[in-house]
């Protein structure tokens, strides 16, 4: 050998021939895989952390984490609530999520935290608005169980249009965490306290859910300044729209009309109508007969074909159909509940 280099387990040496040698333990192999394994196990009992994809709904990021589910509920409108216990640690962020969360806690949260943020820990009665396309990194380290509400952008959009009359863009829900307002907290403990699996619960649910969505917009909402607003209805066309779309709800309504009563082409109508209520036509148009068909429901006794003619459906089982896919119950039954919470 005319050289060599040495390792604390194996040799590596130059033989007279110019050849390489490498001179390995028999054990070698053996430790290595111990050590492998040794390594494997201490990064397993380290705290997880749940990193969703980017995106990810609340819902599911909690879903696939070690959080225990205790019951949800699609409330009807878009509206959904989930029941939540954790009592495992882990480590949660959730990154850009396409809607809003209102949490609540219940019970617990002390050593819970938003990472960097140790001295703000969480308690019953806390409550945290996560906006759309926020990203948030928790550290959950003890027990906690909390109540979310879920609401969608176009949701919050809407109702700016319908209450304040504002230009949804300009509008933005702000991040709070660990703030408490007995009005909401109050709200959200009536919404935990629905089991949510039957159609009475369920639509007392729906009316604390659009209560709170109220609430959020009038006192928890911001004006975005100097945010550049590209396209989009001028205010005044988009009024008259509105107010096209709600004088001819009970009749034949199509984008062409509405789009010849702004001198606009049907195209540019429907692309502006989007960009400025956050929906397009149609779907504006369904959920403002479905309105008037509640409003109608729940001030009388009119015959259901009546309430269906009137909200611009064809006939009794169309709204039906369409009432059930929103609220999951019949205009029967909503009917009746609002008589007797009346």
Not at 223 to 243: D, N, Y
Not at 308 to 335: D, K, Q
Request: positive net charge; proline residues 5%; glycine residues 8%.
């Amino acid at each position: 050998m005319v050289g060599s280099f040495r390792h604390p387990f194996i040799r590596f040496s130059m033989r007279r021939d110019g050849k390489p040698a490498l001179h390995i333990p028999a054990d070698f192999c053996s430790r290595f895989r111990a050590n492998a394994y040794a390594r494997a196990k201490l990064i397993s009992m380290e705290t997880p952390i749940h990193r969703p994809q980017p995106a990810s709904p609340v819902y599911e990021v909690l879903s696939q984490s070690r959080a225990d589910l205790e019951r949800e509920a699609l409330l009807g409108d878009g509206l959904r609530a989930a029941l939540w216990r954790r009592e495992q640690l882990e480590d949660t962020i959730y990154d850009r999520p396409t809607h809003h969360t209102l949490s609540l806690y219940l019970e617990d949260g002390y050593d819970v935290y938003l990472n960097g943020q140790p001295s703000r820990r969480g308690g019953p009665g806390k409550l945290c608005l996560l906006p759309a396309e926020h990203e948030s990194y928790w550290r959950i380290n003890g027990r906690i169980r909390f109540v979310h509400f879920y609401f969608t952008q176009e949701q919050f959009g809407e109702l700016a249009v319908r209450m304040l009359d504002r230009e949804p863009r300009l509008l933005a829900l702000r991040q709070n965490i660990y703030w408490e307002d007995d009005r909401l907290a109050g709200l959200g403990r009536q919404l935990a306290a629905q089991h949510w699996q039957d159609s009475e619960s369920r639509l007392n649910a729906n009316a604390i859910g659009h209560e709170m969505l109220a609430y959020l917009l009038l006192n928890h909402s911001d004006r975005q300044r100097g945010l550049p607003v590209r396209g989009g209805l001028a205010p005044t066309l988009r009024r008259r729209a509105l107010e096209l779309i709600d004088h001819r709800l009970d009749g034949e309504l199509t984008v062409g009309e509405l789009a010849q009563a702004l001198s606009l082409s049907e195209y540019h109508f429907a692309r502006m109508f989007r960009e400025s209520v956050g929906e397009a036509p149609h779907r504006w148009i369904m959920r403002r007969r479905l309105a008037r068909a509640r409003d109608l429901l729940s001030r009388g006794d009119l015959p259901l074909t009546v309430v269906a003619h009137r909200s611009g459906f064809s006939h009794a089982s169309h709204l039906t159909r369409h009432f059930r896919e929103a609220l999951g119950v019949t205009p029967g039954i909503y009917r009746l509940w609002t008589q007797n919470r009346g």
